[in-house]
Nanobody
Framework: QVQLVESGGGLVQAGGSLRLSCAASGSFLRINDMAWYRQAPGKQRELVAT???????NYADSVKGRFTISRDNAKNAVYLQMNSLKPEDTAVYYC??????????????WGQGTQVTVSS
């Protein structure tokens, strides 16, 4: 069984910064892509940023230049540095990992979510 545990959410004023962390634990062969998603009240979950095992990144247009995704493969962890936060960034943020397991198949796992609230 694989678990993703997130931390780092909270309340911050507009223009401020937060850093989210997510660590995977359990038994598996490797983690492929990792990502952060978010879901605001009344809206669908949306992709924020992705990072491959090799470190290539991709961002939603709404966060480009403000957010930075990174990972530490040795720690099976992914991070999201969020700068210049805006009220519209308010959402529950979810960590996602594509995990290649002992059955030689890839399965998506999700964290429990962490609340980010940006006040104006």
């Amino acid at each position: 069984q694989v678990q993703l545990v997130e931390s780092g959410g909270g309340l911050v004023q507009a223009g401020g910064s937060l850093r989210l962390s997510c660590a995977a634990s359990g038994s598996f062969l490797r983690i492929n892509d990792m990502a952060w998603y978010r879901q605001a009240p009344g809206k669908q979950r949306e992709l924020v940023a992705t990072v491959t095992s090799g470190g290539s990144t991709n961002y939603a247009d709404s966060v480009k230049g403000r957010f930075t995704i990174s990972r530490d493969n040795a720690k099976n962890a992914v991070y999201l540095q969020m700068n210049s936060l805006k009220p519209e960034d308010t959402a529950v943020y979810y960590c996602n990992a594509a995990v290649f397991g002992w059955k030689l198949t890839t399965r998506d796992y999700w964290g429990q979510g962490t609340q980010v609230t940006v006040s104006s």
